[in-house]
């Protein structure tokens, strides 16, 4: 029988809308504060199985050497869109890959119908992954052999899929039962809570060869079983005053149940939204909370730093040199 979070009460909801409302307009705000060296070097759109139309980006490496080059695919959070990580996306293209961002259908600024279906990600970066390999017809090849996935937050729990990981509603569901004061709890019962019979978690797709997860969404709801299969190299980060994804419920339960050792990265001082790109003026002075860091902590220094990180991992575990 399937069980659904109950809903939260009204004055509680008008409490949580101008969070939720940030989430959905910060990438907003960054095309507005964008600038060009982090623009995608090509638009895409494509057709997912079913029939869902995609939007997204591709950065390319500027001085490409000849023959194909790996690719790596970003799946962004809850209320993002392919923008949302252009740093990380150019500086991986800068190191030599292809680098694909998609904009999840259902769960982005502009559309969150089907936020609470996490398990309608995965299949969608397939989508993206079969358009990379088969549909691009680009300046740069693509190496079908070799493909990596970015994920953030909600895009954390899909990357986790996607590599194998098998999520089970019920675990979701008695976690919100026993911590109903979490942001993801509070977000279930913002928008109706779980359905647990249009879960479909099965999603594995093997060709994605290694994955970088960052502060990824609802680790204990996948199963001991399915994560002990994925043995593939993961870079798995974890923000030390997570305030959104707080521990121990999201990142330990995958780096202590992995099939293979994590290379797992604490960043002591950061918080959940320290992951995206610094703050520009603009997104500073309208939509300051999105901004927040621990005293002391320097988003801008960490996200140099997390970047060269997952380009040394990506180079390594994708044999590029």
Known sequence: MSRSVFLIPPLLRRLLLPLISLVLV???ASAQARTAPLDPDRLIHFIDARGEAIDGGVWLPHDAAPGPHPLVVISHGNGGWFRGHSDTARALADAGFVVAALTHPGDNYQDQSGALNLTARAPQLSALIDYMTHGWSGPVAVDAERIGA???????????????G??????????????PQVFACRLLALFGG???????PEARDPRVKAAVIAAPALGMSFTTASLATVTMPVQ??????????????????????????PEYHRVEGAMHYDFLQPCSEWTARELPELCVSSAGFDRAAFKGTFNREVVRFF???????
Do not use: K, M, Y
């Open 236 to 261: 798995l980060w974890q923000a030390g005053e997570d305030e959104i994804l707080p521990s121990p419920f999201n990142v330990e339960p995958i780096r202590d149940r992995l099939g293979h050792a």
């Open 150 to 164: 970015f994920g953030f937050s909600a895009g954390g729990f899909t990357v986790t899929s996607i590599i194998g």
């Open 26 to 28: 910060f990438t907003a």
């Open 194 to 200: 779980l359905n647990a019979a249009d879960w479909r």
């Open 315 to 321: 180079r390594a575990a994708l044999d590029q040199p």
């Open 166 to 179: 098998v999520s089970d509603p019920e675990a979701i569901l008695d976690h919100c039962t026993a911590e």
